[in-house]
C-alpha cells in the first residue's frame, strides 16, 4: 500500500465524519432510493423534522455529496457525488456478512 | 429574697425583652418610621443560561445574526422581515413557509413556545445574501416575545415586545 498524502487522509477523515450520522446515511439513502426529493419528503421519509433535516442537508450541501434546485416554490435535493452510494453498499455488505458470520457461530454454539 | 419573688423578677425581665423586640413601646418616644414595603420585583430578564439549554434541546447551534430579524406585533401576528446579510457566504435554505421561524416568551420563568402556526406550508424557501422576506407568524398574548430562526443549523433570534 502506497503511502496516502497528509491532506488526502484528513479529507477522507472528514468525508468518514460527514457520512457518520444515521440522519445523514437515512437521507442519503432516501435520495438514493428516490433519485431527487423535496426538503419535506426527505424530513418524512427519515422521520426527522424540517429543520433538522435542513440542517444535514445544508452540511452534505456544502461538501457537495447532494446538490439542490430550485423548482418552482421549492427546492429539490439528488446525490451528485456517484461514489457515495458503492461506499455506503460497501461498508453495509461487511457488515451484512459479519452479522452472518455472528449468526452461524451462535447456530453452531447451540448446535454442540 | 424569696422563690416567689425571683419568679416575679424574671416575668418583669422577659416582658421588657419582649417590648423591646417590638412589643408595645412604653417609653414615650416617637415611633420609627414604618419599614418601606418591598419595591415590586422588576420583570424577570430572559435567561440566557435556559435558552441557549433550549437552542441545545432544539439541536441548533447559537449563531445570533446568522440572519437578521426585524419585526414588530401587528394585532395577532408577529409582522417579521427577515433578511440574509448581503456579506452572507451563500444562499440558506429555510425549513417551512415560515422561514422556520417560532416565536417564545418567558412564561412562569421558562421559556415557551407562543406562536400558533402549528401547520405550515412544506415549501423551503431560499434566500440569497441581500434578499429578504416578510413573514406574518401567530402568536398567543405575551409582553415580549424572542423570535427565532433555524437556518441550516444556526439558531439566528431577536426580541419583540
Redesign the interface.
Known amino acids: 500500500m502506497t503511502a496516502i498524502p497528509v491532506q488526502l487522509v484528513d479529507d477522507t477523515a472528514r468525508r468518514f465524519r460527514l457520512l457518520g450520522d444515521p440522519t445523514r446515511l437515512r437521507l442519503l439513502d432516501a435520495l438514493h432510493e428516490a433519485g431527487e426529493l423535496?426538503?419535506?419528503e426527505l424530513a418524512a421519509r427519515t422521520g426527522t423534522?424540517?429543520?433538522?433535516?435542513?440542517?444535514?442537508?445544508?452540511?452534505l450541501d456544502r461538501e457537495d455529496v447532494v446538490a439542490?434546485q430550485?423548482k418552482g416554490?421549492?427546492?429539490h435535493y439528488r446525490i451528485v457525488d456517484p461514489t457515495i452510494a458503492s461506499l455506503c453498499e460497501l461498508v453495509c455488505a461487511g457488515l451484512r456478512e459479519r452479522y452472518a458470520s455472528l449468526a452461524r457461530r451462535g447456530g453452531n454454539r447451540a448446535a454442540a | 429574697m424569696t422563690a416567689r419573688h425571683l419568679a416575679a423578677l424574671l416575668l418583669v425581665g422577659v416582658l421588657a425583652l419582649a417590648a423591646g423586640c417590638g412589643g408595645a413601646d412604653l417609653s414615650g418616644a416617637p415611633p420609627a418610621p414604618a419599614a418601606e414595603p418591598p419595591a415590586a420585583e422588576p420583570p424577570a430578564a430572559p435567561d440566557e443560561t435556559a435558552w441557549t439549554a433550549l437552542l441545545g434541546e432544539l439541536d441548533l447551534e447559537p449563531n445570533q445574526f446568522v440572519v437578521e430579524i426585524d419585526g414588530s406585533r401587528d394585532g395577532s401576528d408577529l409582522a417579521l422581515t427577515i433578511t440574509v446579510p448581503q456579506d452572507g457566504p451563500r444562499e440558506y435554505t429555510f425549513s417551512d413557509g415560515l422561514y422556520g421561524a417560532q416565536a417564545f416568551a418567558i412564561v412562569d420563568g421558562s421559556w415557551k413556545r407562543v406562536d400558533t402556526a402549528d401547520i405550515r406550508t412544506e415549501i423551503a424557501p431560499l434566500l440569497s445574501p441581500g434578499q429578504s422576506a416578510d413573514v406574518r407568524l401567530p402568536v398567543s398574548d405575551a409582553d415580549s416575545y424572542r423570535v427565532l430562526v433555524p437556518v441550516e443549523g444556526f439558531a439566528a433570534w431577536a426580541d419583540i415586545s
Open positions: 423535496t426538503l419535506a423534522s424540517s429543520a433538522n433535516a435542513c440542517k444535514h442537508l445544508a452540511l439542490k430550485r416554490s421549492n427546492v
